[in-house]
């Protein structure tokens, strides 16, 4: 392994960053509290915390009334829908909202599965979370459809290419695969892996719940048949996100009521959905359009071409896209500095094991989401350590299932994962690495 070299000049300045997120300022047995918790959940804006309770003050209604809040209601509907559309880079009518990624897969994988049968076969891979991963296997159970599993690479735990290209063929109608690991943090090539999938006839199925908070999602460039996604994993509410490409939404037959109008995207959204919550969806995108236009004034200087406004140079970009890509490319820059540094301690601490990339030539390819195990300690007892110091962490499988399971380590506590997000600091990770030296020495 070379010597990795870490950046001194942070693409991002953190004093701006931190002072939108109020909670971050909480603190634990006296100490600061350090949210290395981001791939459950991240921590929220003031704006989004904001537009929630602005929502249930002015507007609560139901949608499609003949009256003010009804009528406002509607209207923040679709405002959040054009945020999304920038967000993702696609059109707001193939946009629907659901409660979360798992609920939506699963709907999706029911109208899917309603033209399948016996002789049809789908990929799914070992490296999928298992909302990505059950709900495709349970239709297959219920379809008769043959379920094909792509294999990973079990040194650095990135995806077999070569061996998910052998299970795609002509019979292939689906290939579901994550953009990237919430367990190991690889970043799989799922724009290689669509035209993989539609080369056989068959659609492409991303989640991008884990890949959301680390990297620009870019829909019409990947041309992904579908994408899901989940707000509250990049500084959002508690939603899900479904993307559909217009013809696949208006083709396939989802389950739903009668009443339900039959016009995308509507017809993809069942029930009453979480209003306030949609309201702070524009919000979260507003954030980081906002910190694009932040990003790039102060980086300009530095490096133009990175750092502009006027994205790859793509005229037809709404500003609010330029601005989120800004945005992206200053997270990309300061997350892989804090991955330089938290590599390089981690790999310091004896009898400590890093699954996923570890080769700085590959950082590229991987998130800031580390999944590790210490000798003679279990996931669990290191995580309430140090969660008694103020480090937030996870043990467990975090429902990559099939991959504590291949791996075997599902039986003695999974993994602890160590997951940053771009609002974290280089003094955190010193002190995070200080604190888990101390706990494995005793
Ligand atoms: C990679 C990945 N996919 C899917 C999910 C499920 O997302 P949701 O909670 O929105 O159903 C998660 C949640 O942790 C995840 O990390």
Redesign the pocket.
């Known amino acids: 392994m070379t010597t990795p070299t870490i950046s001194t000049t942070p693409a991002l300045d953190l004093t701006y960053v931190r002072s939108q997120f109020p909670s971050l300022a909480q603190s634990v047995n006296g100490s600061p509290a350090v949210f290395f918790d981001g791939?459950?959940?991240t921590q929220v804006p003031q704006r989004v915390i904001d537009a929630i309770a602005n929502y249930l003050r002015h507007d609560n209604a139901n949608t499609g009334g003949a009256y003010a809040t009804s009528r406002r209601t509607d209207a923040m509907i679709a405002e959040a829908r054009a945020a999304m559309a920038d967000f993702l880079h696609c059109g707001a009518d193939e946009v629907a909202f659901g409660?979360?990624?798992?609920?939506?897969?699963f709907a999706v994988s029911r109208a899917l599965g309603r033209d399948l049968g016996p002789g049809d076969e789908i990929v799914l891979t070992r490296l999928?979370?298992?909302?990505?991963f059950s709900p495709w296997l349970q239709m297959a159970e219920d379809r008769g459809v043959t379920v094909r599993i792509a294999e990973i690479h079990n040194n650095n735990c990135t995806l077999d290419l070569a061996d998910l290209a052998s299970k795609i063929n002509e019979k292939t109608k689906l290939v579901a695969v994550?953009?990237?690991?919430?367990a190991v943090g690889t970043i799989n090539p799922v724009k290689v892996i669509v035209k993989l999938a539609h080369a056989a006839g068959a659609l492409a199925y991303i989640?991008?719940?884990?890949?959301g908070p680390h990297g620009l999602i870019d829909v019409a460039a990947l041309d992904c048949d579908f994408l899901?996604?989940?707000t509250?994993?990049f500084f959002g509410p508690?939603?899900?996100v479904l993307y559909g490409k217009r013809e696949h939404l208006q083709r396939l037959r989802p389950y739903k009521v009668r009443p339900l109008t039959e016009n995308i995207p509507y017809r993809w959204e069942w029930g009453t959905l979480n209003h306030e919550n949609i309201a702070a969806i524009t919000a979260c995108v507003d954030y980081f359009a906002d910190l694009g236009r932040h990003a790039a004034t102060k980086n300009r200087m530095a490096d133009p071409a990175r750092f502009s406004l006027g994205g790859n140079n793509d005229t037809q970009l709404s500003p609010r896209r330029a601005a989120i890509e800004a945005a992206y490319a200053a997270i990309h820059e300061h997350e892989r500095a804090l991955t330089e540094r938290m590599m390089a301690g981690l790999s310091k601490i004896p009898r400590l094991k890093i699954y996923g990339i570890t080769d700085p030539a590959r950082f590229n390819d991987r998130c800031a989401t580390f999944a590790v195990r210490i000798d003679g300690h279990t996931p669990l007892e290191i995580a309430t350590k140090l969660g008694d110091h103020g480090f937030f962490t996870w043990d467990g499988n975090?429902?990559?299932l099939n991959l504590t399971e291949h791996l075997d380590v599902e039986k003695s506590g999974g993994f602890l994962r160590i997951g940053l997000v771009h609002y974290n600091t280089a003094e955190e990770v010193d002190r995070f690495l200080l604190a888990l030296q101390e706990i494995v020495k005793s």
């Open positions: 791939p459950g959940g409660p979360n990624m798992t609920t939506l897969t999928d979370h298992d909302a990505n994550g953009y990237a690991s919430n989640d991008a719940v884990h890949y899901a996604c989940s509250y994993k508690h939603m899900g975090y429902y990559a």
